[in-house]
Antibody
Framework: EVQLVESGGALVQPGGSLRLSCVASGFTFSRFWMSWVRQAPGKGLELVANINEEGTYTSHVDSVKGRFTISRDNARDALYLQMNSLRADDPAVYYC?????????????WGQGTLVTVSS | EIVLTQSPGTLSLSPGESATLSCRASQSLGSGELAWYQQKPGQAPRLLIYRASTRATGIPDRFSGRGSGTDFTLSISRVEPEDFAVYYCQQRGPFGQGTKLEIK
């Protein structure tokens, strides 16, 4: 089955760190750009970061630059988001998503999401 | 950065009626690299349309997209009960704020 499964979401204190993981199955992971998208409770969608097929190019939204890092391990069919210095405006469901072929930003496969909560 | 503005914020319709959702970009998108997603409560978004007018795999033909430059629309020809959801447009990263399609 073609799917993405996220894990790693948790309750963390402000200033803390968390590493999200996303494991892909049913398709050739190394051939696709990947992204992390988040959705704060009751809010819209925000593209957090994306990475190319080889992991040699990454981009992060300004609000997470210097704090979050996207990476991938194609041997493990896995995508990661290292989240440091977590803030009160970071709580959200974090989705990993696959880009359509060719590097366009359209996202044709999504995981079920993992919840990150930031609270003391 | 391009800002996408969706309208209306909420659209109230009865099943069987037609829906037209708008997405306006703050800068011309030229090539029409715009996508539409549907999201139901408690679910991940689902890609409906990409490249402004191409339906994604498995999407019924009652969904159609059109537009170029700064103005794009998503149309649903006859709204089915399962179509009531929130719809987002997206261009090269940023998403619009969403349009909620609700039952009248």
């Amino acid at each position: 089955e073609v799917q993405l499964v996220e894990s790693g979401g948790a309750l963390v204190q402000p200033g803390g760190s968390l590493r999200l993981s996303c494991v892909a199955s049913g398709f050739t992971f190394s051939r696709f750009w990947m992204s992390w998208v988040r959705q704060a409770p009751g809010k819209g969608l925000e593209l957090v970061a994306n990475i190319n097929e080889e992991g040699t190019y990454t981009s992060h939204v300004d609000s997470v630059k210097g704090r979050f890092t996207i990476s991938r391990d194609n041997a493990r069919d896995a995508l990661y988001l290292q989240m440091n210095s977590l803030r009160a405006d970071d709580p959200a469901v974090y989705y990993c998503a696959r880009h359509i072929p060719g590097g366009a930003m359209d996202l044709d496969l999504w995981g079920q999401g993992t919840l990150v909560t930031v609270s003391s | 950065e391009i800002v996408l503005t969706q309208s209306p914020g909420t659209l109230s319709l009865s099943p069987g009626e037609s829906a037209t959702l708008s997405c306006r970009a703050s800068q011309s998108l030229g090539s029409g690299e715009l996508a539409w997603y549907q999201q139901k409560p408690g679910q991940a978004p689902r890609l409906l349309i990409y490249r402004a007018s191409t339906r994604a795999t498995g999407i019924p033909d009652r969904f159609s997209g059109r537009g170029s430059g700064t103005d794009f629309t998503l149309s649903i020809s006859r709204v089915e009960p399962e179509d009531f959801a929130v719809y987002y447009c997206q261009q090269r990263g940023p998403f619009g704020q969403g349009t909620k399609l609700e039952i009248k």
